[in-house]
């Protein structure tokens, strides 16, 4: 694979209670320091940003990997809940819910079961983290479409605009 250029663009305005904007070519968001340590609160904080990534990151390489394994699969979605303790130290945990087509079975059950494992040990975003001691895992589950169409309704409840 060639070398791979990616250029952002910052800007931040007034002070530390201010806020900032980062946009890059698919991407444009607000930033600002957290409330509790003396800024506005009114954007994506550090924690968040990196949690995306390392969502992000975990999702497309599921994708990727359920694609090429030809594995039916109606649709997913996922939870990522982040735990910061005392002393800034941050883990992450993915809860991702794979929906399979009504004529899944057992064996791709199994599979797409084994790559929800293996999505995390392929995704480079959350070994960087492991590597920095930014502890990563994955719960995930796996049920069969029975017509109730568990992923718009998952988008219907929290709110995603499509």
Not at 101 to 125: F, G, P, Q, W, Y
Request: glycine share 8%; hydrophobic share 35%; proline share 4%.
């Amino acid at each position: 694979m060639a070398n791979q250029k990616i250029n952002m663009n910052t800007v931040w305005f007034k002070n530390a209670k201010g806020d900032g904007r980062i946009k890059s070519d698919n991407l444009q968001t607000q930033i600002a320091i957290p409330a509790p340590k003396g800024g506005s609160g009114e954007g994506a904080e550090p924690q968040q940003l990196l949690m995306s990534s390392a969502a992000a990151c975990y999702t497309m390489t599921l994708a990727y990997m359920l694609d090429k394994s030809n594995l039916p699969v109606s649709g997913f979605f996922m939870d990522t809940d982040g735990d910061i303790t005392l002393g800034d130290q941050l883990s992450i945990t993915h809860r991702p819910h794979v929906v399979l087509e009504s004529d899944a079975t057992n064996d791709d059950v199994k599979l797409t079961e084994d790559l929800l494992l293996k999505a995390e040990e392929k995704c480079h975003i959350g070994q960087l983290l492991i590597k920095a001691g930014v502890p990563v895992a994955t719960q995930g589950k796996v049920s069969i479409d029975t017509g109730d169409d568990l992923t718009s309704n998952y988008i219907e409840v929290h709110g995603f605009e499509l």
